[in-house]
C-alpha cells in the first residue's frame, strides 16, 4: 500500500518565496511603497532641466507618483497596525514616514513659510 505523502525532492514553486508572516509581507510592501515615494519625490524636483514643459512633466510625475505610492504606504501601515500586532512599532515609523515623506505634506510646508 503506497504512502498518502509525496516523496518529491523537489521544492514547491512557491516554497521559496513567500513563506514569511503576512505582517512582515505587509510591511515589507509598504517599505517598498514609501521608499518608491521618496525617490520619485526627489527624482521629480531634482531632474527638473531642459525646457519648461519637460521640467513640468517630470515635477508632476514625480509627485503624482510619491502620492500614490506614499498613500499605498499609509494604507498599508494602518491596516497592519490594526490588523497585526508583531510588528506595531514598525508600522507606527512607516505611518509616521508615510505622512512626513509625502510630496503633499512638502507642498504645505513650502505655502506655509512662503
Known amino acids: 500500500m503506497a504512502?498518502?505523502?509525496?516523496?518529491?525532492?523537489?521544492?514547491?514553486a512557491g516554497a521559496r518565496f513567500g513563506t514569511s508572516h503576512p505582517s512582515?509581507?505587509?510591511l515589507l510592501a509598504g517599505v517598498i511603497a514609501e521608499v518608491a515615494a521618496i525617490v520619485a519625490g526627489i527624482l521629480g524636483w531634482v531632474l527638473t532641466t531642459g525646457s519648461p514643459s519637460g521640467a513640468m512633466t517630470v515635477l508632476?510625475?514625480?509627485t503624482v507618483v510619491g502620492?500614490?505610492?506614499s498613500a499605498l504606504a499609509?494604507?498599508?501601515a494602518l491596516v497592519g497596525l490594526?490588523?497585526?500586532s508583531r510588528h506595531t512599532v514598525a508600522f507606527v515609523l512607516l505611518l509616521v514616514a508615510s505622512i512626513l515623506f509625502n510630496p503633499i505634506t512638502g507642498f504645505m510646508l513650502i505655502a506655509m513659510f512662503a
Open 3 to 12: 504512502s498518502s505523502k509525496t516523496t518529491s525532492r523537489t521544492p514547491r
Open 24 to 26: 512582515t509581507q505587509m
Open 60 to 62: 508632476l510625475v514625480g
Open 67 to 69: 502620492v500614490v505610492a
Open 74 to 76: 499609509g494604507i498599508l
Open 82 to 84: 490594526f490588523r497585526y
